[in-house]
Each structure stands twice: as C-alpha cells, then as structure tokens.
C-alpha cells in the first residue's frame, strides 16, 4: 500500500508539478517555510448568529436556537487567500496531499483552540459530517473524514478520545447546501442524517466538517445526535465563510 501510494505520488509530481501558495517554491502546496512563519489563534462565534466571541458558544438570545454546544475554526473563509485555495483543491481537485498541511494546523494549532473552547477532552467523540455514499464514491473520500481522522490522532495523544466515522449516516443525497436559501436550506437537510450506531450516541462529541457556512448541516446533525442521546455536541472546521 505504501510502496503503491509513494508511486502514484512520484508519478503525481512529475505530471503535475505543486507549487506553495504563497512563496511559488516547488514540492509543496504551502512550504514549511510559510507555514512556519504564520500563527492561527482560530476564530470563534456564535453558532447561530455568529457574532464573534471567545469561545464559540451561542450567544444567550441565541441558546434555545443551537443544537452545537460551541463552534470554531482555524480561520475565516477567504476565496482569494491561501485557506480558501487549499480548500477548493482539497475538496474538487482530488489534491489529497494537502492533507499535509492539516496536519500541520492540527499539530500546532488544534490543542490551544479546544482548550479556548473548553471542551471537556476526556472520553471525547470524533465524529465527521458523512457524505451521502453515493457523493462519497464519486469523488472517491469524504474529506471531513479526513481532516477527522488528523484530529483524533492530535487529540488521542492527549486524552482518551473515541473516533466514529460510521454510525452518523446521512440516509439521502442532498442537494449542495450552498446554492440554497435558508428556508431551502433546512427543508433540504430535513431527517438527512440519522444515528446508527449499536447504542446511543456518546455524551461528548466533536463534530468535524471542511467549511462552516450557514451552519444548517453541522446544527441538523447535533440534533440528531442529541435526540439519540448526546449531551454535549461542538463543532469544529477548517474555515468559516
Ligand atoms: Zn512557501
Ligand atoms: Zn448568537
């Protein structure tokens, strides 16, 4: 498998040569050089309204609206900036080799933002956002599964973390959230996700997703997860738009 994943990669490389977003240097999406010289305090909102705040949790008005105890990101969705290319490539362009760059964020980043958001570590979930399996196998992997799997591994160094990419199930296609206005936007996502796993869901759960937008999915799926027995649901994305 390694020796297979290293051929495709040499090959990969020499048809399509990377080069870093930022300084043009070749080999990388986004060189260790930049990377270094860049922090990510992350960014933290109101789930519901998102006004920012220090945390990520709801606001008091905004309580009773947000299933997601508390939500955050490492940085604001921007089309134009390196975040927001990283992102398209990931996402459309089969450019699994960004994941390395995740892992970078998560490494450095990741401990800090949890602890900001004070999230109880301990017997935590890892949970990402699932694809409907026939979106999954047209673009070939989920990548909020991906970025989930890097979390758990940060975070599972830490403390005793669970990690469940299977019980969370999103029963039908759905259309792309984003073209949609909010009203649509809810009916589309409507009994969409469903628990089912052998037991209740864990008390304590992080749900992972690439982009927090309007936040309707990662909302419908912490309902779900609450009403099959969740106490605590927060959220956590690459960027927010
Ligand atoms: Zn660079
Ligand atoms: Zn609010």
New binding site residues.
């Given amino acids: 498998m390694k020796v297979w994943s290293g051929l495709v990669q040499m090959v990969k490389d020499y048809l399509f040569p990377v080069f870093c977003l930022k300084c043009q240097v070749e080999g990388q999406w986004w060189c260790k050089n930049c990377l270094k010289k860049f922090t990510v305090m992350g960014v933290y909102y109101?789930p519901?309204?998102h006004?920012s705040n220090l945390n990520g949790q709801?606001?008091n008005?905004?309580r009773a609206a947000s299933s997601l105890n508390g939500i955050a990101a490492f940085l604001d969705y921007d089309d134009q900036a390196i975040i927001g290319q990283l992102i398209k490539q990931f996402k459309y362009n089969f450019a699994f080799d960004i994941t390395t760059v995740w892992e970078e964020m998560v490494e450095s980043f990741l401990p800090e933002i949890i602890s900001r958001m004070n999230i109880e570590v301990d017997f935590l979930t890892v949970i990402p956002i699932p694809l409907h399996i026939s979106r999954e196998r047209e673009r070939g992997f989920n990548q909020a599964n991906l970025v989930a799997q890097l979390v758990f591994k940060k975070l599972s160094t830490l403390k005793q973390i669970d990690f469940n990419n299977k019980s969370l199930q999103r029963k039908r296609p759905t259309n792309q959230q984003a073209k949609l206005n909010r009203v649509d936007r809810l009916n589309n996502l409507k009994d969409a996700f469903v628990w089912c796993g052998q037991k209740s869901a864990p008390k304590n759960i992080l749900l992972i997703d690439d982009v927090y937008t309007s936040g309707t999915t990662m909302q419908e799926c912490a309902m779900v997860l609450k009403k099959f027995g969740a106490q605590k649901v927060y959220g956590f994305t690459l960027a927010r738009d």
């Fill in positions: 109101c519901v309204c006004l709801p606001c008005p905004c």
